[in-house]
């Protein structure tokens, strides 16, 4: 059983391009959730999905960022116009459902995010 | 607002020590709380989850304890290894009332000398 998988594991861009950052969730894991770790900071909460439905986005940038996790396929972070201030590294999590909802979030190797 | 605190934010020790990394939270009202590993460049792996109900839970060379009450955690980690070397990262559970939503310490960075 695989785990979390992020793709790319780095991922430069110049200043105003688009940055598109993948997650595929571990099977039987229908929640997802998108952290990010600025340099020198703990990961900070950004949004959390299940299939096709944006449960949280409480932690995200008003502008620029959007997140999504179809019926197919990986979730997508997407960062328009990238600027410095987004170099990062960011993290994708998973858990399975839960009524409790407690379950421990499984946590992927992360995409490092450098803006030229 | 919960914070997490993490003390110290470094920790060097000689090999075969038994250590004690410490975590504060401001917020008592928690659903659980985890410790991590993050090692350079890769991701985090899950040592231990506490749920609020409990007191401590164990996991080989490991055992972490929950106080809520006072707003602590700590992570025993016995007979240290130069294995044992990486970032420890404390997680509180239920921020804001949303159980899903992890609040993370800074981290101590762990290293075990040969």
């Known amino acids: 059983n695989a785990g979390v998988m992020q793709n790319p594991r780095h991922l430069v861009r110049r200043r105003g391009q688009e940055a598109r950052l993948r997650c595929s969730p571990m099977?039987?894991?229908?929640?997802v959730y998108w952290y990010r770790q600025l340099p020198e900071e703990g990961l900070k909460f950004m949004v959390y999905?299940?299939?096709?439905?944006?449960?949280?986005e409480s932690g995200m940038p008003k502008e620029r960022f959007s997140a999504e996790f179809p019926k197919e396929g990986p979730s997508i972070l997407r960062i328009q116009q990238v600027v410095r201030g987004d170099s990062a590294a960011y993290f994708c999590a998973s858990s399975p459902p839960s009524e409790r909802g407690n379950e421990k979030l499984f946590f992927g190797s992360g995409t490092q995010l450098s803006v030229l | 607002k919960q914070e997490v605190t993490q003390i110290p934010a470094a920790l060097s020790v000689p090999e075969g020590e038994n250590l004690v990394l410490n975590c504060s939270f401001t917020?008592?009202?928690?659903?659980?709380l985890q410790w991590f590993r993050q090692d350079p460049g890769k991701g985090l792996t899950s040592l231990l989850l506490?749920?609020?109900?409990?007191r401590e839970q164990t996991s080989g060379r490991l055992n972490a304890s929950l106080d809520k009450s006072s707003g602590r955690s700590t992570l025993y980690i016995a007979a240290s290894q130069p294995g044992d070397s990486a970032t420890y990262l404390c997680?509180?559970?239920?921020?804001?009332?949303?159980?899903?939503?992890?609040?993370f310490g800074k981290g101590t960075l762990l290293t075990v000398n040969p």
């Open positions: 997680a509180v559970g239920g921020s804001g009332g949303s159980n899903y939503k992890l609040t």
């Open positions: 917020d008592s009202a928690i659903y659980n």
């Open positions: 099977k039987g894991h229908s929640h």
């Open positions: 506490i749920q609020s109900s409990q």
């Open positions: 999905l299940q299939k096709e439905n944006i449960i949280d």
